[in-house]
């Protein structure tokens, strides 16, 4: 990605760029910046950039030609180097407001210029002839544009690929998303007579993502309620999914139902299994070689139950009563996406009202279904097992199955205000 500031302090915006993370991100060729002098495009003998406003009234406005011309030498510059057309936006405090999906929105272009107002505004005929879309960094008034686009630069450039390595792993953890930050500590373990809360010190990694999440819906809930409120109305673990019309759970009894059971089942442990399984193991989760399996788990206590959009079947899941385990939750590929997986979980759970701590079984390498499966209110309760091709034939990589166990959701009310 190239990102090009249109701007009368180059040298700022270029000071900052360099520093720091974006700096080594920048050193390492992860992205370009380039920051323009719009003063080197004025045609005056003075450099003259800006002129009183017609109409009258106070502060000066910036002439449309240096900021036009200056555009068509970066338009001229991504030409050259092959790029489309880079994505103009104006900052300016009369913009659209600026947020994280628009970072994200950003993130997604080849080439972005950013072009910062100055003084009282930008003559509008180069924001009309030019611009994409004008963003506001907030609720208050800037003296420039400067410190916005160097605000939209930072958000939208660690997006890239490489700048935050650590991080990657919590790119698509679902989970936080639309969330505050938990508070983080480090050492000393206690510092001027505040200790770091113990639960930090256990070492137990599923009691701290539990204790973390809480502090996340606390923080949003006391701080930010109109967040938590959106969060809320995106994320199952508040409110339920609801049945469509047309959309029914069915108890799996007839030889019909058994033999459809078996053909999910396939078709799941095969997408399941298709990173991690040898050709020879994925070849052999047939039908055929499942269903026997399927009547023996319901000897041993299973019920299975598949799910109907519009009387086709098309999803499945299964409960045992005895131990209170989900198993073979599976959507078949044309129904992805819909939210019938997290359904089902719901329904199964509640088919469960006996076990308050259901259990259920993931492939470490499933992260879409893990990261559903937290929001939902499952975590992590250990590893079932560990397989290695070194001893298990079946397996082509290293993989663990994860065990996760239903914990209601926790009363945000009662500890809340051991926060405020
Ligand atoms: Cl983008 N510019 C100015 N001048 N003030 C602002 C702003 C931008 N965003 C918030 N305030």
Redesign the pocket.
């Known amino acids: 990605m190239r990102i090009d500031i249109v701007t009368l302090f180059p040298e700022l915006c270029d000071t900052f760029l360099s520093a720091s993370i974006l700096g080594r991100a920048r050193a390492k060729n992860l992205f370009e910046t380039h920051c323009h002098q719009i003063r080197d495009y004025t045609l005056n003998k003075q450099k003259q950039t800006d002129d009183y406003p017609y109409g009258g009234g106070c502060g000066m406005v910036l002439y449309a030609q240096p900021i036009a011309d200056c555009l068509r030498a970066v338009q001229a510059q991504c030409r050259e180097q092959g790029r489309a057309a880079p994505h103009i936006v104006f900052?300016?405090?009369a913009?659209a407001p600026?947020d994280e999906a628009k970072a994200r929105e950003l993130a997604q272009y080849d080439a972005v210029t950013l072009v910062c107002?100055h003084y009282e505004g930008i003559d509008q005929r180069v924001i009309d002839a030019f611009g994409d879309e004008e963003?506001?960094?907030?609720?208050?008034?800037?003296?420039?544009?400067e410190l916005?686009?160097l605000v939209v630069a930072d958000s939208v450039l660690r997006l890239q690929p490489g700048v935050l390595a650590e991080e990657k792993g919590y790119q698509d953890e679902s989970y936080w998303d639309g969330l505050l930050e938990y508070p983080q500590y480090t050492r000393p373990e206690v510092w001027e007579g505040r200790a770091v809360p113990p639960v930090l010190l256990t070492g137990d990694h599923q009691k701290i993502e539990v204790w973390r999440g809480e502090q996340s819906r606390i923080r949003t809930r006391t701080r930010r309620p109109d967040l938590y409120d959106q969060w809320c109305a995106t994320h199952p673990l508040t409110e339920l999914p609801k049945w469509k019309r047309g959309e029914n759970m069915r108890l799996v009894k007839t030889e019909e139902q058994w033999q459809r059971a078996a053909e999910l089942a396939a078709e799941g442990r095969r997408a399941v299994g298709a990173p991690v399984g040898t050709p020879d193991v994925l070849a052999s989760l047939t039908a055929e070689a499942l269903l026997p399996q399927l009547l023996q788990q319901h000897k041993d206590g299973w019920a299975f139950y598949l799910h109907f959009t519009k009387n086709v079947p098309d999803g499945m899941v299964g409960v045992c009563h005895r131990t209170g385990r989900i198993g073979c939750l599976f959507v078949t590929e044309v129904s992805r996406g819909k939210g019938i997986g997290a359904k089902m979980l719901d329904f199964a759970r509640k088919k469960l009202p006996e076990h308050t701590n259901p259990t259920l079984t993931v492939l470490n390498t499933n992260t879409r279904a893990i990261a559903l499966y937290k929001r939902m209110g499952w975590v992590p309760a250990g590893t079932e097992a560990v397989y290695d091709p070194a001893k298990d034939a079946f397996c082509a990589v290293y993989c663990e199955e994860l065990r996760m166990s239903y914990r209601p959701p926790v009363n945000d009310f009662v500890s809340a205000d051991q926060q405020c």
């Open positions: 900052l300016t405090a913009g600026y107002g963003v506001s960094i907030g609720d208050y008034v800037l003296t420039g544009g916005a686009s």
